[in-house]
């Protein structure tokens, strides 16, 4: 079963960036999607981008045009490169995974229950 630990949160203030990566152990597929997700207390948990494991990339509405996913294969890593930060982007940032499939498109259309693995969480906060 693949294991997966985000790092990389923190504070940052309004315009800022951050960079969290997602490192991945037991990590047996040769076909995959790999994702970032993120919630806040009591909400959904909303898609944020998403790659394949031939590097097409998708992204939630919202953070498209300011947030690069990336992968390093070498490392076993993913990237979620974050510019531009606002309030709004204050969530806990999941990284995700699932075995097979591709995506084409540069919309997030995958949900929550279309990926079977999970890591932790990192915190991201943005201030004024």
């Known amino acids: 079963r693949v294991q997966l630990v985000e790092s990389g949160g923190g504070s940052v203030q309004t315009g800022g960036s951050l960079r969290l990566s997602c490192a991945a152990s037991?990590?047996?597929?040769?076909?995959?999607?790999m994702a970032w997700f993120r919630q806040t207390p009591g909400k959904e948990r909303e898609g944020v981008a998403a790659i394949d494991a031939d590097g097409n990339a998708s992204y939630g509405d919202s953070v498209k045009g300011r947030f690069t996913i990336s992968q390093d294969t070498a490392k076993n890593t993913m990237y979620l490169q974050m510019n531009n930060l606002a309030p709004e982007d204050t969530a806990m940032y999941y990284c995700?995974?699932?075995?097979?499939?591709?995506?084409?498109?540069?919309?997030?259309?995958?949900?929550?229950?279309?990926?079977?693995?999970w890591g932790q969480g990192t915190q991201v906060t943005v201030s004024s």
């Open positions: 995700a995974a699932r075995e097979g499939a591709s995506q084409n498109g540069d919309t997030m259309v995958m949900g929550v229950t279309d990926f079977t693995n």
């Open positions: 037991e990590f047996a597929y040769s076909t995959y999607i």
